[in-house]
């Protein structure tokens, strides 16, 4: 659904949103494979505010030079 990476001096930040289960959408973050943060949300209203937020931060960090290596779904 959503699945975004991003690379800059030997770091990665991972970034997806997923259906879980039959209940909702797990988001979650990782940064060099560690989680950063992950949460379970059932409410589409709330996995939207979400996604806007993560498309703010990867394109923060576009800009300042990190590299999308690989992109599916809703970038």
Do not use: C, K, P
């Not at 659904?1 to 259906?19: E, I, P």
């Not at 959408?25 to 996604?51: A, G, K, M, P």
């Amino acid at each position: 659904m959503f699945d975004v990476n991003l690379v800059t001096a030997g770091r990665v930040r991972h970034y997806s949103v997923a259906l879980h289960r039959a209940d909702g959408w797990e988001l979650t973050i990782e940064e060099n494979r560690t989680v950063r943060w992950r949460e379970v949300v059932e409410d589409w209203h709330r996995v939207e505010r979400r996604i806007e937020r993560v498309r703010s931060e990867v394109e923060g960090l576009l800009e300042q030079g990190w590299t999308l290596q690989t992109a599916r779904g809703l970038m």
